[in-house]
């Protein structure tokens, strides 16, 4: 990254890593419910931080997994204080799996922030009528008629131009 270079860093997972660094703390310290060390998340957030500290040099991404509904309160703790730390969120849907459905995105939990900045305004506007529109059906209905679209198109921009059918 120093040397000017793009680098990215797949993490799989923010949860364990926090995880180890809290099974390593003396437990002195302020727990959190979970019986989360407070201190234990430091260094965790310090590593997916990393990616806004970088100055006059390459990019550094991080895609970071984090574990939920693991009927765990420290794995709920630890997702809870990194869920507002990312640029972006990528919910996967099991049920999706199960039918066989790829990619298995739950299209109405994930987001980006800024999405805005991402398009040009005309286009904007066309993505949310297309996210309004898969956002009053089902996660399977509208993973399948984004798939359909997806398929019947060449492009992004055909895609928006042409709107769900």
């Not at 040397?3 to 660094?21: N, P």
């Not at 957030?45 to 006059?56: D, I, L, Q, S, T």
């Not at 703790?77 to 990312?86: A, D, H, M, N, Q």
């Not at 309004?132 to 679209?149: D, S, Y």
Request: a positive charge.
């Amino acid at each position: 990254v120093e040397m000017k270079q793009d680098v990215v860093v797949l993490l799989d997972s923010i949860t364990r890593l926090a995880r180890g660094y809290n099974s390593l703390q003396p437990g002195r310290g302020r727990t959190m419910s979970g019986g989360v060390e407070a201190k234990a998340l430091l260094k965790p957030k310090k590593f997916f931080g990393a990616a806004r500290n970088v100055e006059e040099g390459g990019s550094l991404t991080i895609l970071a997994t984090a574990l939920v509904d693991t009927g765990s309160k420290m794995d709920q703790v630890i997702f809870e204080e990194f869920k507002g730390t990312g640029n972006m969120e990528l919910h996967l849907d099991r049920a999706l799996v199960e039918k066989r459905l790829y990619p298995a995105i739950h299209v109405q939990q994930s987001a980006t922030r800024r999405e805005d900045l991402l398009y040009h305004p005309e286009e904007w506007e066309r993505v949310k009528v297309l996210r309004k529109a898969m956002a009053a059906l089902p996660p399977i209905e509208a993973m399948e008629m984004l798939i359909g679209n997806l398929q019947a198109t060449k492009t992004n921009a055909e895609l928006l131009l042409a709107g769900l059918r």
